[in-house]
Each structure stands twice: as C-alpha cells, then as structure tokens.
C-alpha cells in the first residue's frame, strides 16, 4: 500500500534511511525517495537536512539535488537560498534534463512564468538538436515549455509542434494546458460542464496510471555461479530452481507472459546470496522462504537495479551467455539457447 497520510510519509521516510545504512551502495537513490516522502509528509526541513547530507557526499548527481533543494527550500520561506541554487543550476548548464525540469516546474508553481520559461528553453537549446533522438525525459521538458508558453499566451512555435506530436494521452496539450479550462467548471451548461469533468477524470487516470508503477515489474535472474550457492544453502528453494537451464527459460517466458497481458515497463534484476540474505535478515524473515524471492526482486526493482526487457536483437542476452539475445533467449522459435 502506498503512503498517504503524513504519519505513512514519514514512516516511509524512516524505513528508506535506515535501509540505506544497511545498503551505502544504494544510499543516494534510497535518501532520495526518503527526502521526497518527508516533503510529502510535511517535514520539510529533515529533507532539507538530507539533500545537505547528499551533497556533502560528493554524489552522482548533485545538479538534481540542488534543484530539489531548492524547490524544497522555496515550498517553506527561504526563497532567496532557492534562487540562489536555481541560478547556480542554470549557469552550470547541466546535461542531466531532470535538474532542468525541477527548476522550472519550481519557478512555475511560484508564478514566474517568464523565468520558468526562459529555464525550459535554455534546456531544450542545450539538449535536443536534429541529430539527438528525443528521450522521454528531453520531451518533457518540451512538454513542460508547451504548458508554460500557453499560460503565457505565446504562439506555438516548432517546439510546441513536436511537443504536440509526442504527446500520447487521450487528451491534447492545447487542452490539458488551457488556461481557461477551470472556468468552464463554474459553467451553467451541463454539457459544458459533464465535458470538463470527462476531461479531468482522463488527466488523473493518466496521472494515477503513471504514478502506480514508478519501477519496472521485475523478474529475479540468478547467475548460475549463485543459483548453485543458493539451492545448496537453502534446499528448500530446490523446487523453485529445479536447474538453472529451466530456471533462465522460465524468466524468459514470465516475461513473454506479462508483455503478451498487456504488462509495460518490465525488467530484470539480478539477485546475489549475500544481498538475498542481507534483505532476509533486513525483513527478519529466513532465506529460506520461496514467498520472499518476489519481495526480493520488487526491492531490487526500487532500488533501481532492474535492467529493462527485452533488450535490442543485437544487445548482449540478459543471461550473460554471451550471445545476441536473438540468437539465445529472444530466439522466435522458442528454442531458448543459454
């Protein structure tokens, strides 16, 4: 169950930080969602306290944590550090689009629109250009533009247009975006107004389709090397793993399953006896149980350790043989090889 109370947020916020400690590997990503679940749970200066921890510790990504910094800093009065991080942000110029996104959607929410603006452009100048492949994350900033530039009341332009194109849901951005759509909820035209409600109930399944699966549904893959371990250590996983040919074959076809239902967003991740064992004794449950293999892989799924499937034709096959995944696991005629 997701939180939803402050009292669950900040619940949530203490199980990540001490998970963290028990994985330091991990710390970054795990204090991270720990610090947006305290600014959901209204404990905004303890995110701020971990953001500053963050970036004490030289981390992969500061440009993102500056700018969550900031958009955190701004939500509770301390505006004139939040732009100072925003400006130092935007003359760093940082190839990351997320940082980018933060800032402007922080500048947004606080009625600068021009400044908002000018930070979304600024990005889409640094990072698209005809020759760079549009990724998710580039298009939304071209989304986030689009959305700001309607509220302004500027034309489209060539940006707009593509925004427009990548655009999947059921819903037009000249829509979604309209400034004037709220008035036509305090309009005295039933038809009107069953068309606005249609519209906004679309928008939220979108958005809650989206927020449901923040991470991949994963599939746990053993190395052979492990599986050995693993099996010999705790026999009574032997008949999940009855060998390790059938048990990459039945990764394999799980996630054949899952895509042929309809299933997005799939992965693989790779699972290790003394991680398996570490999350047991984290979970106070033995190793032993087959019912924590699935807990195991969702955790190392949010962790962000899943491996997206199916990998391309030519790209390497998930199982580490070696090969194409056309010519083993992604083979069409079913034959898998490895």
């Known amino acids: 169950m997701r939180p939803d109370t402050p009292a669950e947020h900040i619940a949530e ?16 990503p795990l204090l991270l969602q720990a610090a947006a679940h305290l600014e959901l749970g209204d404990a905004r200066e303890r995110a701020s306290t971990l ?14 944590i500056k700018a969550l910094q900031a958009a955190n800093l701004w939500e509770y009065g301390h505006e004139a550090e939040a732009r100072a991080l925003i400006s130092g942000i935007r003359a760093a110029a ?5 940082p980018w996104e933060v800032i402007a959607e922080a500048l947004e929410a606080h009625d600068e629109l021009e400044a908002s603006h000018e930070c979304f452009t600024e990005a889409a100048t640094l990072l698209t250009s005809e020759d760079t ?24 332009d060539e940006w707009d247009m593509v925004a427009d194109t990548r655009h999947s849901g059921p819903i037009p951005l000249d829509e979604l975006h309209d400034p004037k ?3 036509a909820l305090g309009s005295d035209d039933p038809a009107e107004l069953r068309a606005e409600i249609a519209r906004l109930r679309a928008e939220l399944g979108d958005r809650r389709a989206a927020l449901s699966r923040p991470f991949p549904v994963a599939i746990l893959h053993w190395p052979q090397r492990e599986l050995s371990e693993l099996v ?32 997005t967003n799939l992965g693989i991740v790779t699972g290790s006896v003394p991680s398996y064992e570490a ?5 106070k449950t033995s190793p032993a149980s087959p ?8 955790t190392l799924a949010a962790r962000g350790k899943a491996t997206p499937w199916p990998p391309t034709p030519t790209t390497p096959c998930w199982c580490t043989s070696g090969k194409p995944y056309a010519e083993c696991h992604g083979d069409a005629s079913g034959a898998f090889g490895g």
């Not at 019912?291 to 969702?298: C, G, K, M, P, V």
């Open 13 to 28: 916020a203490e199980r990540l930080i001490r998970t963290a400690t028990r994985y330091p590997e991990d710390q970054e």
């Open 51 to 64: 953001y500053d921890q963050l970036l004490a510790d030289a981390p992969a990504n500061p440009h993102l």
């Open 94 to 98: 940082p190839t990351d689009p997320a």
């Open 133 to 156: 492949p549009l990724t998710r994350a580039t298009a939304a900033l071209l989304t986030g533009r689009h959305r700001v530039r309607r509220l302004l009341g500027l034309p489209h």
């Open 181 to 183: 759509r709220i008035w």
């Open 232 to 263: 010999a250590s705790y026999p009574t996983l032997a008949a999940e793993y009855p060998s390790h040919a059938a048990h990459l074959a039945a990764t394999e076809a799980s996630l054949r399953a899952l895509a042929a239902s309809g299933t």
């Open 279 to 283: 999350f047991a004794a984290s979970e």
């Open 291 to 298: 019912s924590l293999l699935a807990e195991y892989a969702t």
